[in-house]
C-alpha cells in the first residue's frame, strides 16, 4: 500500500434499487472488522465475571433461551455491557465530530471544557453533601452543556474561530478543573477519593435505570447524527473554500458542536469523564479507514470497542478488586494508536487533523 | 509603521518588566503578616534579625525566586512546544511531559517511600526527561520523521497512557493518593532555598536551548518546506527545542508541581502583544509568566485567609479573562 492516499478508486458503488452511492470500500470492510471485534468482545463481556458462563450458553440466553445463569448474564453483565457500548459510541462520535469542527487532532470534549464542566458540578455537589445518584448524572450533564455553550458564547465573535473556540475552551477547561481540584482539596478526604474514583469515569453499579439517559439520547439524536455525517464533510474545507461554496459555516458548526456537546455530556453523565476516548477513538479510526475525514461510524464503533475492552480488563485484571474503567480507556487506546503512528507509511497520512 | 511597531514592543517590553518587578515586590511584602515595601527593601539589603526581617528572608524569598524559575521556564517551554508543534493548543501538559513528572513523583510516594518535595525533584525530573524522549520516539517513527501532527498526536497517546498508569495507582492505593492531590495541583507553598539550587542550572540549560533556536522557530511557523528553503536544519531546531522544552518543563515541574495553564497562555499573550517574532515572544513569555504566577500566587495567599489557595488554581481562574479578552481581541490565523 505504497501508493498516495488521494485515490479516488478506494470507492465502491452500491446499489439498492433505483438509489445508488459511493461507498468507501477501506471504511466499509473496517466497520466491519469493528463490529465482529466487537460482537466478540461483547460475547466474552458477557462471560467473564465472578462465575464464568461458556459463550454457547451467552449466546443461547441471548436469543431468549431458558438457562440458570440467565440472571448472571441478563440482570448483572447485560445492563453494564449496554453502557459501556452507548458510552464508547458516544464519546466516538462526540470527539470525531468536535475534532472536526476545531480542525485540531488533540481536540476533544475534555478539552474544551465540558468533562471539566461536569466534573466541576459534580464534585461541588459531592463536597456540598450531595451524594445521591439518582441526582448526580443530571447535575453533571448541566455542567457539561453549561460548560461548552459558555466557551461558545465566548468564543464566538462574528463567526466561530477554529483556533478561538479551541483556546477559550482549554482555557475554560483549566480553570473549571481549578475549581474542581480546589474543592478536592478543601473538602473532606473521603470525598476526594469518591470525587477522584468519579472522575475517572467507572461503569461500577449502573443498571437498566442508570443507563436510560444514554440509550434515549442516542436513539433520540440518530437522525441529527446522520445528519451531522453529512455536513461534517463541508467544514472540513478552509473556511473561505466552505463559504463560496454556499456552506452556512456558522450554523453548520453550531449544530456538529452541539449533538458532540449533548452526547459526550450525557456519556459523562452515566459513567465520568472516562479520559481520553473521544480523543483517541477518532483518530484511531480515521488511521484506519485512511479517510480525508473523520469517519463517523468507525469512530463510534472504535469507542464502543474501547470502552467494553477496557472495562473488561478493569474487571478482571486484579479481582476481586475492579479497577475503574477509565483507568484502562487509555492503556487500551493509546499504545494503538502509538503503534498506527509508528507504522504510517505516507508523510501525508499525518499531515491533516 | 514598522518604526511605530518597534516602539510599541520596546514599550510594551518595559511595561512587562515593571509589571516583574511590582509582582515581586507584592510577593515579598503580602501575606499571613503584611510588611511594608520599606522594610522589605530594608531586610533585602541590610538583613537584621526582626521577625519581619526573617519571615522575608527565610519564607517569602525563596517562595519568589521559585515562581520567578518556574513560571519563566513554563511559559518559554510552552512558546517552543507550540513552535515545534505548529499547534497553538500544544503545552507540557498536553503533550505528556508533566505528566510524565507526575507519574514519576506518584511512584515515589508509593513504592519507594519518599515524602519529601526535595526528595520528589528527581523522581519528576526523570519522569519528564522520559515522557519528553517516548513522545519523540513515536514521533519520529514511520516515514516523514517527527511532523508537527504526529508529534501532537504522539504527544496526546502519551499523555493518555501516563495519566491512567497515574490513576490506575492512585485508586489502589488511597493513602498516595492523600499525599498527590496536593504536590498535583501545583503551588509555591513551602519550597526552600535547597530546591531553587537544585534546579537553577537546569534552567539555565533549558532557557540557552530555547532561546537559541528562535529563528528556526520563525522559519518553522512558514511551513517546514519553507524552512528548509530558508536554510534551516529542521529536524535539529525540533530536537533542541525540545530538548529545552523538555529541561524547563522537568525543572519547573520538580519544583513547583505541574502548574497548568501559564506554558499554554502566556505564548498566546506574548505574541498577542509583541507579534510572532520568537526573538520578542520568548523573552516577553519570560516576562509574563512569572508576573502570572506570582500574582496568582499573592493571591492565593489573600482570597480565603488564614488558608491559601495554591498557585496552580489561582493562576488558571486569574488568567482566563486575561487570555479569553485577547483571543478574542486578536485575530487568530486559523
Known amino acids: 500500500m505504497t501508493t498516495v492516499n488521494l485515490r479516488p478508486a478506494g470507492y465502491g458503488i452500491v446499489r439498492a434499487g433505483r438509489a445508488s452511492f459511493l461507498l468507501h470500500r477501506r471504511s466499509a470492510l473496517v466497520a466491519v472488522g469493528l463490529l465482529l471485534l466487537l460482537a466478540a468482545a461483547s460475547v466474552a463481556y458477557l462471560c467473564v465475571g465472578e462465575r464464568f458462563v461458556g459463550p454457547t450458553e451467552v449466546v443461547r440466553i441471548l436469543l431468549g433461551q431458558p438457562s440458570p445463569s440467565t440472571f448472571v448474564v441478563e440482570e448483572l453483565r447485560e445492563p453494564r455491557l449496554v453502557v459501556a457500548l452507548a458510552v464508547g459510541a458516544a464519546f466516538g462520535i462526540a470527539g470525531a465530530l468536535i475534532q472536526t469542527v476545531a480542525r485540531n487532532p488533540l481536540a476533544s470534549p475534555d478539552i474544551i471544557g465540558i468533562s471539566q464542566g461536569a466534573g466541576a458540578v459534580t464534585v461541588a455537589a459531592m463536597t456540598f453533601g450531595l451524594t445521591s445518584y439518582t441526582v448526580l448524572p443530571y447535575l453533571s450533564i448541566a455542567g457539561g452543556v453549561l460548560a461548552a455553550a ?34 478536592m482539596t478543601k473538602g473532606d478526604y473521603l470525598v476526594a477519593q469518591q470525587a477522584q474514583i468519579w472522575m475517572t469515569g467507572s461503569l461500577n453499579g449502573r443498571g437498566w435505570d442508570e443507563s436510560a439517559p444514554i440509550r434515549w439520547t442516542l436513539l433520540l439524536m440518530l437522525p441529527a ?41 450525557v456519556a459523562t453523565g452515566v459513567a465520568g469523564p472516562v479520559d481520553f476516548v473521544a480523543l483517541l477513538a477518532p483518530q484511531i479510526a480515521r488511521r484506519m479507514t485512511r479517510t480525508a475525514q473523520i469517519p463517523l461510524l468507525c469512530s463510534a464503533l472504535t469507542g464502543a470497542a474501547v470502552v467494553v475492552l477496557a472495562d473488561l480488563l478493569g474487571r478482571r485484571l486484579l479481582s476481586p478488586v475492579e479497577l475503574p474503567v477509565g483507568v484502562l480507556t487509555a492503556a487500551v487506546g493509546a499504545p494503538y494508536l502509538i503503534w498506527l503512528i509508528v507504522r504510517s507509511r505516507t508523510a501525508s497520512a499525518g499531515g491533516k487533523a | 509603521m514598522p518604526a511605530a511597531f518597534r516602539t510599541r514592543r520596546v514599550l510594551a517590553t518595559s511595561a512587562a518588566v515593571v509589571a516583574l518587578l511590582l509582582a515581586v515586590l507584592l510577593s515579598l511584602a503580602v501575606g499571613a503578616r503584611a510588611i511594608a515595601p520599606s522594610t522589605v527593601f530594608d531586610a533585602l539589603l541590610h538583613g537584621g534579625t526582626s521577625p519581619d ?96 501532527v504526529k508529534l501532537a498526536l504522539g504527544g496526546a497517546a502519551i499523555n493518555a497512557l501516563l495519566l491512567s498508569v497515574t490513576t490506575g495507582i492512585l485508586t489502589t492505593r488511597a493513602s498516595a493518593l492523600d499525599e498527590f492531590r496536593f504536590w498535583q495541583i501545583g503551588s509555591l507553598d513551602g519550597r526552600d532555598t535547597q530546591i531553587v539550587g537544585q534546579i537553577w542550572p537546569f ?32 529536524a535539529t531546531v525540533r530536537i533542541v527545542g525540545g530538548i529545552g522544552a523538555t529541561v524547563l518543563t522537568g525543572a519547573a515541574v520538580a519544583a513547583a508541581g505541574p502548574v497548568a495553564f501559564v506554558g499554554l497562555a502566556v505564548p498566546h499573550i506574548a505574541r498577542a502583544i509583541v507579534g510572532s517574532d520568537h526573538r520578542w515572544v520568548l523573552p516577553m513569555a519570560a516576562v509574563i509568566g512569572p508576573v502570572m504566577l506570582l500574582v496568582a500566587d499573592v493571591a492565593g495567599r489573600i482570597v480565603f485567609p488564614p488558608g491559601e489557595v495554591p498557585a496552580g488554581v489561582m493562576t488558571a481562574l486569574i488568567g482566563v479573562p486575561f487570555l479569553v479578552t485577547l483571543v478574542r481581541r486578536k485575530a487568530v490565523p486559523a
Open chain 2, 53 to 148: 526581617a526573617e519571615v522575608v528572608r527565610q519564607l517569602r524569598v525563596p517562595r519568589t525566586l521559585i515562581g520567578l524559575m518556574v513560571g519563566a521556564a513554563l511559559a518559554l517551554a510552552g512558546t517552543a512546544l507550540q513552535g515545534i508543534t505548529r499547534n497553538p493548543i500544544a503545552d507540557p501538559g498536553i503533550l505528556g511531559i508533566s505528566q510524565g513528572s507526575s507519574v514519576g513523583v506518584v511512584l515515589a510516594i508509593a513504592f519507594f517511600g519518599v515524602h519529601s518535595l526535595t526528595g520528589y525533584v528527581w523522581f519528576a525530573f526523570a519522569g519528564a526527561a522520559l515522557a519528553a524522549v517516548a513522545v519523540h520516539a513515536v514521533a519520529s517513527g514511520g516515514r516523514g520523521g517527527a511532523t508537527p
Open chain 1, 225 to 265: 447524527v446522520l445528519w451531522a455525517a453529512r455536513a461534517q464533510r463541508t467544514v472540513s474545507l478552509d473556511d473561505d473554500t466552505a463559504t463560496a461554496l454556499g456552506v452556512r459555516l456558522g450554523g453548520v458548526r453550531l449544530g456538529l458542536v452541539a449533538v458532540g456537546v449533548v452526547l459526550a455530556s
Open chain 2, 203 to 234: 534552567l539555565l540549560l533549558g532557557a540557552v536551548l530555547v532561546v537559541s533556536v528562535a529563528r528556526g522557530l520563525d522559519a518553522l511557523a512558514l511551513g517546514e518546506d519553507v524552512a528548509k528553503g530558508l536554510g534551516q536544519r529542521v
Open chain 1, 150 to 183: 459558555l466557551v461558545y458564547v465566548f468564543a464566538w465573535r462574528g463567526g466561530l474561530h477554529a483556533t478561538r473556540f479551541v483556546l477559550i475552551g482549554i482555557g475554560f477547561a483549566i480553570a473549571l478543573r481549578s475549581l474542581t481540584t480546589l474543592f
